[in-house]
């Protein structure tokens, strides 16, 4: 069985300052790994995510997250974060051998973007 | 617009009353999934279906049953409610290696048990 873990339940910072919201996984076969945002009354979102080829994973607005396999994490991070990035954040694992591609969630971060 | 629909979006029950949640989706996925969120605890799965005609259970599926009507919509019943049932539930559809692995997710239905 695989597991996830996100570090920080909640992670307030100020507009254009750096951010990095922690994952770590658990699993004992290979996986693929994804970042979904969910903003506030919304359904999720895919972010980013990584299958194989480079372990640098970049999304459209910026954020950016890196498969380290010998530390199983896959953090993710934003040189610039804006107002617009409040929401909170989910770590995913999904085992890439499986048939039933069941993703297993970590409890999110809350970023919080202050001006 | 393509995507996963789910109704109602809000809905109030009184303990031991039953409810069928809906949702479709129109992307032509193979595998659709039910999830719980409540505060602090992410997502997590109640049913699956992997392909039309089959459905498993998740994480947390006591108090609940699905059904793959076809391959457009899975539904989630509950037939007796409880408290412990509030939360928001989001339907979720996938193509797994044609459609990246990737979920779409429905908006959520927001159900209140009292």
């Known amino acids: 069985a695989q597991s996830v873990t996100q570090l920080d339940s909640q992670v307030p910072v100020f507009e254009e300052a750096p951010v990095e919201l922690r994952c770590n996984y658990s699993?004992?076969?290979?996986?693929?790994l994804f970042w979904y945002v969910q903003y506030p009354n919304q359904g999720l979102q895919l972010l980013l995510k990584?299958?194989?080829?480079?372990?640098l994973v970049e999304s459209i607005n910026g954020f950016e997250a890196e498969f380290n396999k010998s530390q199983t994490s896959f953090h993710l991070r934003k040189p610039s974060v804006h107002i617009s990035d409040t929401a909170e954040y989910f770590c995913?694992?999904?085992?890439?051998?499986?048939?039933?591609?069941?993703?297993?969630f970590g409890k999110g971060t809350l970023l919080t973007v202050n001006p | 617009n393509a995507g996963v629909t789910q109704t109602p979006k809000f809905q109030v029950l009184k303990t031991g009353q039953s409810m069928t949640l809906q949702c479709a989706q129109d992307m032509n996925h193979n595998s659709m999934y039910w999830y719980r969120q409540d505060p602090g605890m992410g997502l997590r799965l109640i049913y699956y279906s992997a392909s039309e005609g089959t459905t498993d259970k998740g994480e947390v599926p006591n108090g609940y049953n699905v059904s793959r009507l076809n391959k457009r919509e899975f539904s989630l019943r509950l037939e007796s409610a409880a408290p412990s049932q509030t939360s928001v539930y989001f339907c979720?559809?996938?193509?797994?290696?044609?459609?990246?692995?990737?979920?779409?997710f429905g908006s959520g239905t927001r159900l209140t048990v009292v």
């Open positions: 995913a694992v999904l085992n890439s051998g499986g048939s039933n591609y069941k993703l297993t």
């Open positions: 990584y299958l194989s080829g480079s372990t």
């Open positions: 979720a559809s996938s193509e797994a290696q044609r459609g990246g692995y990737g979920y779409t």
């Open positions: 699993s004992s076969v290979s996986v693929y």
